[in-house]
């Protein structure tokens, strides 16, 4: 993923930018030689530097990621393994809901319908005027 980061192109290019760049009259390989040297050395050391920040926030996600991962799988399994040892009618039992919660659940939708009604005739009693 890194290794496309500098290309042999980034590096073919500095050359010339040296080049632009000018100075004294000294010869093309001592320009050469110490600027782009210098460059590729400000560059690297800056992308090593880079890439040591990246990795550092990387790794630890990738590792919490595999061993969320690893439970995740070892507890469905387990599930899996546990359901598949129940009968049909403990399997009926476990998906039947609450008889308490159901009475709750079926108020509730009761009293939400009152609202909704509630405030329909609201609504159109302040609409009028």
């Not at 600027?35 to 880079?50: D, T």
């Not at 507890?75 to 008889?99: A, R, V």
């Amino acid at each position: 993923m890194e290794s496309s980061y500098l290309t042999v192109d980034f590096f073919r290019r500095l050359p010339q930018e040296v080049e632009k760049a000018g100075g004294p009259a000294t010869p093309n390989v001592d320009r050469y030689a110490e600027g782009h040297f210098r460059r590729i050395a400000s560059n690297v050391s800056s992308y090593i530097g880079l890439v040591a920040d990246t990795l550092r926030n990387t790794i630890p996600k990738a590792v919490v990621f595999c061993q969320v991962r690893q439970a995740k799988q070892s507890l469905l399994n387990h599930f899996y393994t546990q359901i598949g040892k129940k009968e049909g009618k403990q399997l009926s039992e476990m998906l039947d809901e609450d008889p308490a919660l159901m009475e709750r659940r079926q108020q509730c939708a009761k009293r939400l319908e009152l609202y909704k009604a509630a405030r329909d005739e609201i609504d159109s009693v302040s609409w009028v005027r």
